[in-house]
Every structure is written in structure tokens, then in C-alpha cells.
């Protein structure tokens, strides 16, 4: 079992920057492999960027590629996203999910790859 919590939303301008967090439960996090999504009101939940258990191979959405990065700190049991130049369309509650243990080398762009999520934290985006 994982219990993930996301913190670090808030409220920021365009072309600003913020800092997500995700700090998750169990001893086995570092066999995890990480991602985050988001969802926009009125929208889908869609991928953001995911990282595998190694944290060695990262991928990312087009829409924020060169804009965000993803990290984990298996020691601290956490994964980060780093949002640079954010643009309005950047709004949503963003969460972070876990998938494994020991998940495939695949890139982790679908929800129903993930057994377990956080709840989401807002970022707003004021251009």
C-alpha cells in the first residue's frame, strides 16, 4: 500500500515558476515508478511526466517538455515536479501517482497504469 501527498500548488504569473511535491508512504518507494498528471476544469486528467523506479529515464508530455522536470528522492520517499515559464494554460490540480512494484519500461502515460493517487493540489496561473 502507498499513500501519496502532493503539496507546493498555489497561485503564481505567467511565466513564473513552482515547485510540486509528493511525498509518499512505505518502505518501497524506490521500487515505484512515478508520474503526474493533471486536470484542467472542464477537462480530462492528462499526463504530465513520469519517472522510472531508478529515476534514471524521465518522460514528458510536448506541452511542457524544456518547461518541467521531474525528480525523485528515494531516500526522502518523494518525487518533485519543477515547473518553470508556466502559462495560464497550465491550470489544474495536479497529481502525482505511483505504479509497481517494479513497473515495465514502459513511459507511463496512461492513467490505468497506476495502482495508487494522491489527491491533487491547485496551481493557478495568472497571465
Known amino acids: 500500500q502507498v499513500q501519496l501527498v502532493e503539496s507546493g500548488g498555489g497561485l503564481v504569473q505567467a511565466g513564473g515558476s513552482l515547485s510540486l511535491s509528493c511525498a509518499a508512504s512505505?518502505?518501497?518507494?524506490?521500487?515505484?515508478?512515478m508520474g503526474w498528471f493533471r486536470q484542467a476544469p472542464g477537462k480530462e486528467r492528462e499526463f504530465v511526466a513520469h519517472?522510472?523506479?531508478?529515476?534514471?529515464?524521465?518522460n514528458y508530455a510536448d506541452s511542457v517538455k524544456g518547461r518541467f522536470t521531474i525528480s525523485r528522492d528515494n531516500a526522502k520517499n518523494t518525487v518533485y515536479l519543477r515547473m518553470n515559464s508556466l502559462k495560464p494554460e497550465d491550470t489544474a490540480v495536479y497529481y502525482c501517482?505511483?505504479?509497481?512494484?517494479?513497473?515495465?519500461?514502459?513511459?507511463?502515460?496512461?492513467?490505468?497504469?497506476?495502482?495508487?493517487w494522491g489527491q491533487g493540489t491547485q496551481v493557478t496561473v495568472s497571465s
Open positions: 501517482a505511483a505504479r509497481g512494484p517494479w513497473a515495465g519500461p514502459t513511459r507511463g502515460v496512461r492513467e490505468n497504469e497506476y495502482n495508487y
Open positions: 519517472i522510472r523506479w531508478s529515476g534514471g529515464t524521465t
Open positions: 512505505g518502505r518501497t518507494f524506490s521500487s515505484y515508478a
